[in-house]
């Protein structure tokens, strides 16, 4: 099903029954589904549940040794659903970057376990790591990342080759319509605006129909307009393509878009909205910082 290429960020919500599979091009397979339960041993009627897109169990993070110690993270434990738009956020100094390195396998925990779509990855070896994200996480970034000697179209194709498959133009293609950007395949990244690249970073992370995409502070860089138009772009890729999003941001208006957001503070866990407004959730991060300042004052 393509996106809709509207660029307004107030359309309903309306969640893609979990019957419905997400649409491919004809010549485009999409992916097998688990067989029926009863293949799988279990009784008829009964549908196990899916394994979580990320799961975070009892992960620590520190750096440096005896005084010098940082607790980046203290014992997470966290399952972010499949088919879902997740928004992180905290004070400065929360842990937020931590966590999404550390559940995106861009970093390891010190102790505990993270598992993306069931699977254990804080432990794997390095080449393997390298290999799963490129083929199973895509990333979004601040700065856009793209590399200003490739054209917009293969960027948008760069994961794959990366990984060392076919190259799919025609889906290349597809995905810069749906973000809107039709007509720029050949074009540079330097002729693009900062919504516009950020655009191009989107289509470049769903081009492997990855697992989950992270996100981190994807409108940072951008104005009020071209980061709306992203937002609703990500929006939409969760509830048109079933995509599964992790967003890093520090502005409510952003988290507002997500379906949950979740608050860090000191490396743990501090609460979490569901079905977010901006000003319940600039509120909760009011409530943060004042904790914060009353805890400093009493140390």
Do not use: W
């Amino acid at each position: 099903m393509a996106l809709r290429r509207d660029r307004t960020h107030t359309e309903t919500r309306t969640k893609r029954p979990r019957s419905e599979a997400p649409a491919y091009p004809e010549h485009h397979t999409a992916p097998a589904y688990p067989e029926h339960p009863a293949a799988q041993g279990y009784s008829a009627g009964f549908q196990p549940p899916a394994p979580a897109a990320v799961e975070l169990r009892s992960v620590v993070r520190t750096y440096g040794r005896g005084s010098n110690t940082v607790h980046a993270l203290r014992g997470i434990d966290l399952s972010l659903p499949r088919g879902g738009f997740t928004a992180v956020m905290g004070p400065s100094g929360s842990g937020k970057s931590t966590f999404l390195q550390c559940a995106a396998g861009l970093d390891r925990p010190t102790s505990g376990d993270v598992l993306l779509g069931g699977e254990s990855i804080a432990r794997l070896r390095e080449d393997r790591l390298t290999e799963l994200r490129r083929s199973r996480i895509g990333f979004v970034f601040q700065s856009f990342n793209l590399l200003p000697s490739l054209t917009v179209a293969q960027n948008v194709l760069l994961p794959q080759r990366l990984a060392g498959v076919r190259q799919d133009r025609a889906l290349a293609q597809q995905l810069l319509t749906e973000v809107g950007l039709p007509a720029h395949g050949d074009r540079r990244p330097g002729q693009l605006s900062g919504g516009q690249q950020q655009r191009v970073a989107i289509a470049r992370a769903l081009i492997t129909r990855p697992e989950v995409v992270f996100a981190d502070e994807p409108t940072g860089a951008l104005d009020t307009q071209a980061a709306q138009e992203v937002l609703a772009l990500l929006r939409r890729a969760v509830d048109s393509l079933g995509a599964t999003v992790v967003m890093v941001t520090h502005d409510p208006v952003a988290a507002s878009h997500a379906d949950r957001v979740l608050f860090l503070a000191d490396g743990a866990l501090a609460g979490e909205l569901h079905r977010p407004d901006p000003q319940s959730v600039a509120a909760r991060m009011a409530d943060l910082a004042t904790a914060r300042s009353f805890a400093g004052v009493a140390a």
